[in-house]
């Protein structure tokens, strides 16, 4: 995995972590996320 690839991941991680803490059902988009 390349840089850029990795960053965009992480941003994906960071964003879908913030949204959880205002939206609860966001709390499942994340653990999809992270489980493909």
């Given at each position: 995995?390349?840089?850029?690839?990795?960053?965009?991941l992480?941003?994906?991680?960071?964003?879908?972590?913030?949204?959880a803490?205002?939206?609860?059902?966001?709390?499942n988009?994340?653990?999809?996320?992270?489980?493909?």
């Amino acid at each position: 995995m390349d840089d850029e690839a990795g960053r965009r991941l992480l941003r994906r991680a960071l964003t879908h972590r913030s949204l959880a803490d205002v939206a609860p059902e966001g709390d499942n988009e994340r653990l999809e996320f992270l489980g493909d």
